[in-house]
């Protein structure tokens, strides 16, 4: 009975049963010492130890283990060399301990250590490796151990996953004997995070099962991938349960498509509402220009931490109320790096470049963002030099980096350096191709715009509405009608590319100056939107 209670954390019955009984073996103290292990009252179970006339390794480990659980990492090291003959339970169980620390040194030190190593024992060691970002000698652990079960090949997964090693990670699914939902899952998820959608969905759909935790992936993938009707569909159809990841991914896809009324609409049906979820219908407001909403509803909040005032903060800079953000800032109870780089973006917006050099010097930190945002301000009013001194200075670059110098020298019209810039770029993307063929496109050299789009094309570059509009752009310069048509045509047939406002206004003017005026009126009469004054 005593068993029975201590294993059901029935702490009170488990302790009337154990006094009452005339007499106790080790079998029932070491129950009552889980009892209290599991209810939390590792004092007593100390105290409990102490008072145990015969221990045992089953007593040791329980200790042990319960310090481990809690952290208490010096405490299980000093209880550890107390135990006398330690079982290789009690040396996985410190090992174990010692992982979530980090001393890497130390785990292998202590691995070394072990007189018979176990599954669990190689095991604790891959995870130590992977934890600390050592996919190789994860790997040589993992290759050297003499069997495998389904918690170190987990293990060895989520080393490869964690790493960004996706593709080796789903080549390591494919041949493990034995695979469990968390198998799928760490796949899945690494594969969300890269944000490679085919692969995302291809390995979705062959799972053998889901729970939450897949749906959690798949949603957000869909979202950041611009398919937001899906997303709403899996949402609204498919999801066993929705729960705080599941309605901020939902929050995040009206956000991005600016539907703020069904934002709000979704986060009050909300039965219950985190901190996550208030911040991401903060942010919804912020993001697409409604500071008043914003203020309102950051005023509702039920309490505030820095990611909410960093979001009114952006709603107030994305609004060019500089002077109010200046105030806010002001008032904020802590800044880190993400605060300081909002207020410092929304000067750099705002052409208010001195501010934003006095601002960008006042910062504690710099990183990545900083520099970028500073130079994109040079680029702005026209300071190449200065944009290209900032880039030289910078120890470490991203592609943002480089395509903000890029921009600077299109936007400034010295197109044969840009040109010359872009054949050095260590990544040539989307963003970076659209630059240089838009910027041929726009001082009028259309020979090389379409000799770019074209290669862009051959370099296997999935092509956006920019691109194509940039290429329209040329075509128009050129009075090449019959092209242009051809262009606009395959850009919905062959590259499922839906156009929007600027590529129709390309084949309308295009027709205008043109003479073609009953064409021009049948396609304004045929778009799928009203063309308003600005167009």
Not at 455 to 468: E, I, P, W
């Amino acid at each position: 009975m005593l068993s029975v209670y201590s294993h059901h954390g029935q702490l009170d019955e488990a302790r009337i049963v154990f006094e009452e009984m005339p007499e106790r073996d080790t079998i029932s103290w070491n129950s009552m010492l889980a009892a209290y292990i599991q209810s939390g009252n590792l004092r007593e179970a100390l105290s409990l130890l102490e008072r145990m006339p015969r221990k045992n390794l089953v007593s040791y480990n329980l200790i042990l283990s319960a310090l481990a659980a809690q952290g208490l990492f010096d405490e299980a090291k000093e209880f550890f060399a107390k135990i006398p003959n330690p079982s290789i339970i009690s040396w996985n169980t410190l090992l174990a301990a010692y992982t979530p620390i980090g001393h890497l040194y130390e785990i292998i030190k202590l691995y070394d250590q072990i007189p018979n190593k176990d599954i669990i024992s190689d095991t604790a060691l891959l995870n130590a490796f992977s934890e600390n970002g050592k996919l190789e000698p994860a790997k040589m652990v993992f290759d050297g151990m003499e069997e495998w079960d389904l918690v170190s090949m987990n293990a060895m997964l989520a080393a490869f996953c964690d790493s960004g090693s996706s593709f080796n990670a789903k080549e390591m699914l494919s041949w493990m004997c034995a695979r469990n939902l968390s198998s799928w899952n760490c796949v899945l998820r690494s594969f969300a995070l890269d944000g490679d959608l085919d692969e995302t969905k291809r390995l979705f759909d062959k799972m053998p099962e889901w729970d939450q935790m897949s749906f959690n992936f798949m949603l957000p993938a869909y979202v950041s991938g611009g398919h937001h009707g899906l997303a709403k569909v899996m949402y609204e159809t498919l999801l066993p349960e929705k729960d705080s990841f599941s309605h901020v991914a939902m929050l995040s896809a009206y956000t991005v498509q600016g539907k703020v009324d069904d934002a709000k609409l979704l986060f009050d049906s909300m039965p219950y509402r985190s901190l996550f979820i208030w911040n991401s219908m903060l942010s919804a407001y912020a993001q697409n220009g409604h500071p008043d909403n914003a203020k309102h509803h950051f005023d509702a909040m039920p309490e505030w931490d820095i990611v909410a005032w960093t979001s009114l903060l952006y709603s107030r800079n994305y609004q060019g109320n500089v002077e109010e953000a200046k105030v806010l800032f002001e008032k904020m109870p802590e800044r880190d790096l993400i605060a300081w780089n909002a207020m410092f973006s929304g000067h750099s917006q705002h052409r208010h470049l001195e501010d934003s050099k006095c601002l960008f010097d006042l910062m504690p930190s710099h990183n990545i963002v900083s520099y970028n945002t500073l130079m994109a301000a040079y680029s702005q009013h026209g300071y190449i030099e200065d944009a290209l001194l900032l880039f030289q200075k910078m120890r470490h670059r991203n592609s943002i980096s480089w395509n903000t110098l890029l921009v600077s020298y299109a936007q400034n019209e010295h197109t044969t350096t840009g040109k010359a810039f872009f054949s050095t770029l260590p990544e040539q993307n989307l963003v970076s191709w659209n630059v240089v063929i838009g910027m041929y496109a726009l001082n009028g050299q259309t020979a090389q715009s379409l000799e770019l789009f074209r290669n862009c094309v051959a370099d296997g570059v999935k092509l956006d509405d920019v691109s194509f509009t940039s290429a329209l752009i040329a075509l128009s310069h050129s009075g090449e009608v019959d092209d242009s048509l051809f262009l606009f045509k395959s850009m919905i047939t062959d590259y499922l590319v839906t156009p929007g406002k600027q590529q129709y206004g390309c084949i309308i003017s295009l027709f205008a100056r043109g003479g073609y005026d009953r064409s021009c009126k049948e396609l304004i009469d045929t778009m799928p939107f009203f063309p308003d004054t600005h167009d």
